[in-house]
């Protein structure tokens, strides 16, 4: 029998990504209401990873990357080079490619932010028999869209209905992330650390509904911890794009207040009817792009949290 590799600590690394591994597994796309209420037949898809390995020997710690709308970009590259400098793998998780999807962001109809859960949870599942990945170590990240799942991937009810046996996540890292549907058992989240990423001027994914969210978590007990960036906009981490308007995007976070009832049917508060993204609430238009400060200040503590976390 094999000798196990010993675990990698954090404090060994130097320089950047050293290895880079594709891995290609089966997922299934659901709609909303049918990931809410448990079904697990819908349409199979094979979707894939990027695993990236830093420098070093041994049993690496893991953090897996879900891009935001537009796909993985130069934000998710940025942290995945990031990741790998303190010793840390990164598995860059693409939900799009193998559903022939460009981009989410003029048609947010082409795949759920709950959907990209179960992707999630099926790479920890692949994640934690990799000889190389540390199967307790691993966390989660995402930015806008794949925050949004990341924030929701800590649900215990969700956990329980598609997460792997026996494995969770260490961590749950989710920067600009929605908060403004409330579902069913929402405040019940796991025990694990979450730390959430916010730029105060985001017009796309407006920070006051996580404010209130977080509060509420808090006075349950929960590790949760909301940092705010002064004039950030969202996608404030996208090291390629200055700050623009994208007069296209499609927009339910600014106005769109939403909950689950019973039978997986998300309603708009306001109207008391099952959503749409026909609704009035619905906009068009949003601002977007680099603030280098904020994400200077952001690696930094993703960093520490991470360190502290796995040292």
């Known amino acids: 029998m094999t000798a196990p590799l010993p675990t990698f600590r954090l404090a060994d690394a130097a320089g950047h990504t050293a290895r880079i591994e594709i891995h290609a597994f089966q997922s299934v796309t659901l709609n909303d209401q049918q990931f809410l209420t448990g079904v697990r ?11 990236r390995f830093p420098v070093g020997a041994g049993c690496f710690p893991c953090v897996v990357l879900l891009h935001g709308s537009g796909g993985i970009g130069a934000n998710t590259h940025k942290w995945a080079e990031e990741l790998n400098s303190i010793g840390v793998a990164a598995f860059l998780l693409d939900s799009f490619t193998g559903r022939n999807i460009v981009q989410t962001i003029t048609d947010q109809s082409q795949l759920s932010s709950l959907a990209m859960i179960g992707d999630a949870y099926r790479a920890l599942a692949l994640l934690v028999n990799h000889e190389r990945i540390a199967p307790t170590k691993i966390a989660l990240m995402g930015f806008s ?29 989710a920067f600009y992330a929605p908060c403004n549907t409330a579902y069913i058992n929402g405040d019940d989240v796991s025990d694990r650390p979450i730390r959430m990423f916010h730029g105060s001027a985001d017009d796309w994914v407006p920070v006051a509904a996580c404010r209130d969210y977080v509060k509420k978590l808090q006075l349950l007990g929960k590790d949760v911890q909301l940092t705010e960036y002064p004039d950030a906009n969202h996608e404030f981490d996208d090291v390629l794009n200055p700050v623009r308007q994208i007069p296209d995007a499609q927009v339910r976070s600014r106005h769109c207040f939403l909950e689950e009832r019973e039978g997986g049917i998300i309603v708009n508060r306001e109207t008391g009817q099952p959503f749409t993204l026909h609704d009035a609430c619905v906009r068009r238009g949003a601002t977007a792009g680099y603030d280098p400060h904020a ?12 360190t502290s976390l796995w040292n």
């Open 41 to 51: 037949d819908g349409k199979q898809v094979v979707i894939a990873g990027e695993l």
């Open 145 to 173: 869209k794949g925050g949004d799942a990341v924030l929701r991937a800590s649900l215990k009810r969700f956990l329980r209905m598609y997460g792997p046996r026996d494995a969770e996540f260490a961590a749950y890292i």
């Open 295 to 306: 994400t200077s200040q952001a690696i930094k503590a993703v960093k520490e949290f991470l």
